[in-house]
């Protein structure tokens, strides 16, 4: 079982910048690859980004393109998201998802519990 923990969420004004971390421990399934989703209020879950573990390849949701960086460390099994020129409508719940990547769509295996991100205006 594999356990995905999220860091770094909070309050920030538009116009500012967050990073996220989530870093994997416990057994995963090759290949295995990590992102994030997010789900706004009274939204669906949405794809955010992802990137292939192992050549470091990375997709992203067009809202957020330009605007976020998804990286890894590998040695550290942690994923980072940096968030920069963040806007209202970014305010979500940030999901920590590990899985199999197809299509350039994360396809999640498994869930970290989430961090609130708050953009005020």
């Known amino acids: 079982q594999v356990q995905l923990l999220e860091s770094g969420g909070g309050l920030v004004q538009a116009g500012g910048s967050l990073r996220l971390s989530c870093a994997a421990s416990?057994?995963?399934?090759?290949?295995?690859?990590m992102g994030w989703f997010r789900q706004g209020p009274g939204k669906e879950r949405e794809f955010v980004a992802t990137?292939?573990?192992?050549?470091?390849?990375?997709y992203y949701a067009n809202s957020v393109k330009g605007r976020f960086t998804i990286s890894r460390d590998i040695p550290l099994n942690t994923v980072y998201l940096q968030m920069n020129s963040l806007k209202p409508e970014d305010t979500a719940v940030y999901y920590c998802?590990?899985?199999?990547?197809?299509?350039?769509?994360?396809?999640?295996?498994?869930w970290g519990k989430g961090t609130l991100v708050t953009v005020s205006s």
């Open positions: 416990g057994r995963t399934i090759s290949p295995y690859n």
């Open positions: 998802a590990g899985g199999m990547v197809s299509g350039g769509q994360l396809m999640p295996s498994d």
């Open positions: 990137i292939i573990w192992s050549s470091g390849v990375t």
